[in-house]
């Protein structure tokens, strides 16, 4: 069995039926660091290449079993990604040329060698040879994920057919009512609760955080339908996800493979697909797929930055966060100011910790969105730059001229802080 070479040093073997040409090469060679094989003979060589791994092969071109040209070819089937030098005294360049084009050697070089250029010439032969580990390593690595995915994927179309089997057959049985839209939610909570319990326990939370934040009245009557709506379907996609991984990335995250954290970071894409059985509107689906988004820009499964990333999955997002912190609810809300304007929407934070009882406010003071503020009011609060800069003293009187410098500053920079105001 050919060993490894990926843990030991760059190993050359030289080949080279002059003994002085071969000692002298591998002298100078191992001066350089390098760990060196030599072998007096192309047969000595093709055996030394089925016992062992090497970074660079260096072979004459001019040997009486076979030509140093012949050697490299039959050496590359045995060792495909080691880097082939040819190194002679008379070579004609088209050969040599055609030789480095077919791909059987890398470089070549001439008798008598300049010790600079050789050494230049092993750096960059060896240098190759890594990135040719290190692509197969990766094609490979994308291989395996695309298989394992492919049978996750087959796994959820299974899920889907089954659920959607589930859907005619209940229509079917209830052909003579009228289904409403509570019934179908109700359904697929009891799903995802039967699938795994905490999922549902999750649900049940974010659904109540997420109706109180549809209260307000920065949603219009279809955005409020959206967020509630999605909240009770935003974990949908997780039936498509083995118990055992759930339970890991629940239990012990720093466990999970990368295959398995790629399986999953593709949920909010299944519920989206699965949410169009409940809900006509594809906002519906948009925003689930949303809902693990950031911010900046570091979040899945799209990447999507700011305000690309729907208000209602912004809203959804930090719901969500809030929730599956599993802190209390102080707790919950400084991790989510800690956390406004990178991985949350602070508009969103705010409305959130407005609805939650995040923290205790004294009677006459009241928090209020951006959108919220009107000339007259007072700050109850300072409002700072990210830095700790005062941008707006305590105890300042709103004017349209303030408000629109708050604003403008939140599109620059973003306000992440609570804004609170006197009564």
């Not at 008798?111 to 692509?135: G, H, S, Y």
């Not at 997002?317 to 929407?345: P, Q, R």
């Not at 609805?355 to 205790?360: D, K, N």
Request: hydrophobic share 45%.
């Amino acid at each position: 069995m050919v060993e490894s070479a990926e843990s030991l040093p760059a190993r050359i073997l030289v080949v080279d039926d002059d003994r002085d040409i071969l000692d002298a090469l591998s002298e100078q060679l191992e001066w350089a660091g390098y760990e060196v094989v030599r072998c007096a003979t192309p047969r000595e060589g093709l055996t030394a290449l089925e016992a062992r791994s090497f970074t660079v092969i260096i072979s004459d071109q001019n040997m009486p079993e076979m030509t140093g040209l012949e050697f490299l070819a039959r050496a590359q089937k045995l060792q495909p990604n080691s880097s082939r030098i040819l190194i002679t005294g008379i070579l004609a360049l088209d050969t040599a040329v055609s030789a480095i084009n077919q791909g059987d050697i890398f470089r070549f070089l001439a008798k008598p060698w300049v010790r600079a250029e050789l050494l230049a010439t092993m750096e960059n032969a060896v240098q190759r040879f890594r990135l040719v580990e290190i692509n197969d390593k990766l094609r490979k690595a994308t291989l395996d994920l695309n298989r394992q995915l492919a049978g996750a994927n087959s796994e959820l179309r299974a899920k889907v057919s089954e659920l959607t089997e589930q859907k005619t057959a209940l229509d079917a049985a209830h052909e003579a009512l009228e289904e409403n839209f509570e019934h179908s939610l109700g359904l697929c909570y009891r799903i995802v609760n039967t699938f795994y319990p905490l999922l549902g326990k999750r649900t049940k939370a974010v659904v109540e955080l997420c109706r109180r934040m549809s209260e307000s009245a920065v949603f219009n009557a279809e955005e409020k339908h959206v967020l509630v709506t999605s909240a009770w379907l935003h974990d949908i996609g997780l039936v498509g996800v083995k118990r055992e991984i759930l339970h890991k990335l629940f239990s012990y995250p720093q466990g999970c493979t990368e295959a398995e954290l790629a399986m999953f970071h593709q949920h909010p894409i299944y519920g989206q697909t699965l949410a169009a059985f409940v809900d006509r509107l594809t906002a519906v689906g948009v925003t689930i797929r949303a809902h693990h988004e950031r911010y900046d820009g570091k979040g899945y499964p799209d990447g999507l930055v700011g305000e690309a990333i729907p208000w209602t999955g912004r809203c959804l997002g930090v719901a969500v966060a809030f929730v599956e912190s599993g802190l209390n609810k102080e707790a919950a809300g400084e991790y989510l100011l800690k956390h406004s304007g990178t991985a949350f929407d602070p508009e969103a934070v705010r409305l959130c910790l407005r609805v939650a009882g995040a923290s205790t406010l004294p009677a006459q003071v009241r928090e209020l969105l951006i959108d919220e503020l009107r000339p007259g009011m007072r700050l109850a609060r300072g409002i700072f730059s990210p830095g700790g800069l005062l941008l707006i003293a305590d105890g300042q009187e709103l004017t349209p001229t303030i408000i629109a410098k708050i604003k403008n500053y939140n599109l620059l920079a973003h306000v992440t802080q609570q804004l609170l105001v006197y009564s």
